[in-house]
């Protein structure tokens, strides 16, 4: 019988998928959740043949101008569209008593997972605090949970090895950039967990190298097949192609650096899929901008 690590299957493309809204607001001026334009998306990406996993509600889908209920209501709409043709993993957090309810509520929705997002005054106490705080949501659920190692909450080795031993932990998040942190985790737990990296495509010769099976990424809203073609080179130890692909994206990189995540949202209103404003700023690509990330995307045979 398989474990839930083995049935869930870590590796692929994981793309953080742009929460869309419309340009309606609610009583508190806060642009209304596109729930249509979440389900039509996810059913977009799901229709792409390759390892790829949804995760909703994460740093691209600004988890952090959310509600625990709109968290819910995305899943549900991310599972309708997805019908089952790629995991969908949902990003929780807060306190540790709203993620264990937001962790209840992706379960009930049908995710897969759930994406442990730092909370600031946990991070604080250390990682006794983060791995009580782990437990916690663990036991609340039957679905796979993801640890997330970021900037601000840099897990250690010791905290890696405990992970590794909890059968509900299917994968453990990297985004700090701390490609050898990644050997030195497959070394201590004898590649007992599997590890997915941040970074975007940039990233992925070095981390696969390091022993990644998986990358997070916010571009492949846009270049989804693209990512999945470079994820499979990077799996099977194709070198001179991997770093091929990976040169592919540098200007797609850098464009977005420039222009932050509306242009992740400009480029799939291009595509005819939904993406609407930041909810963050209200942002969205001006007219001049516009032209810019559509000659991009020609260019880059996206469009």
Known sequence: MKTLRQSFNARGVYVFVMTPFKTTTDQRGRYHVDLNGVEKNIAHFASIPGEKTMVICGGSG?????????VRDIGQAAVAGAKGRCKIVSGIGHTDKIAVKMARAAQEAGCDG???????PVVKRGDAAIWKRLQLIAKSISIGLLPFRAPRQTLSIDLVKRFAKMPRVVAIKEESGAVDWVRTGRRITK???PFITGGGENMVPYYYLAGAVGFTTGM????????IELHEAAISNRWPLTMKLRDYFEPLTEA??????AMLKGGLEMMGLAGGPLRSSGRRL???ERRTVRRLLKQSNLL
């Open 286 to 288: 001006t007219a001049a």
């Open 191 to 193: 590649n007992t967990v």
């Open 220 to 227: 492949a809203n846009l270049t989804l097949a693209k990512s």
């Open 114 to 120: 759930v994406l442990v997002m730092p909370h600031d």
């Open 62 to 70: 600004e988890f952090a101008n959310l509600s625990p209920g709109e």
């Open 256 to 261: 977005r650096r420039k222009l932050s995540n």
